[in-house]
């Protein structure tokens, strides 16, 4: 049997481990809030900077221009080198494809899928053959970009993949995301159906608005 100077040691050890538990949880949610300020030098508000990045077939895509005036999220993803490890970059590319497929022709929302490269020099032509693969595989049909020497990435300031940033009708940057981990999933779902809906909204108005006018005729 044990002595009661044991239990009482080993109640200490329980109410510590617990303790420690809760701060270490309290640490991570406010480290990964000060993340999604920090990882980013687009801020909220601000007008992101613009880029023109080729696809996968070559072809100009300048941010400002796809976008024009339509919400637009941006997202910077890597290939997976180690299949040991989660494919945050994947799940979420996977996930804005059902944003995409959802809102692209009802609301005119644009993705753009910004590939950052494992060097600062050219994409090699292997990655090109993973990257197109991935694309053929799970379906995605939203542009991906090349970022060649890593400028669109060194701009951004983005030092975690995946990161996203989403801009509103107004041209300024309403939400950014460093990472994509399961916890924060329901985050981001919620920042996307806020900036749809105030997507909606506007588009609502802009119609009821002309017929508004007529009716005051």
Not at 150 to 177: D, H, Q, W
Request: hydrophobic share 40%; with cysteine; glycine share 6%.
């Amino acid at each position: 049997m044990l002595k009661k100077n044991h239990l009482s040691e080993i109640s200490f050890i329980f109410r510590m481990v617990k303790r420690n538990a809760a701060i270490c949880i309290f640490l991570f949610l406010f480290c990964f809030e000060s993340l999604a300020l920090a990882m980013l030098v687009t801020k909220k508000g601000e007008v992101p900077h613009d880029f023109t990045l080729e696809d996968l077939d070559g072809r100009d895509i300048n941010l400002f221009q796809k976008a024009g005036g339509n919400p637009t999220i941006v997202v910077f993803w890597k290939l997976l080198d180690n299949k040991a490890f989660i494919d945050y970059s994947l799940d979420e590319l996977k996930y804005l494809q059902k944003y995409y497929k959802k809102y692209h022709q009802e609301l005119g929302l644009e993705i753009l899928g910004v590939y950052v490269p494992a060097s600062e020099g050219d994409v090699t032509a292997r990655e090109m053959e993973r990257i197109r693969r991935l694309v053929k595989n799970h379906g995605i049909s939203f542009p991906i970009l090349i970022d060649n020497g890593l400028n669109v990435y060194k701009e951004y300031g983005v030092i975690a993949l995946p990161s996203t940033v989403m801009i509103g009708r107004s041209g300024r940057v309403k939400f950014t995301s460093p990472g994509f981990p399961l916890s924060y999933q329901p985050v981001v779902t919620k920042q996307i159906a806020s900036l749809m809906e105030t997507e909606r909204n506007d588009a609502d108005r802009s119609i009821s608005e002309p017929i508004m006018q007529l009716t005051k005729k």
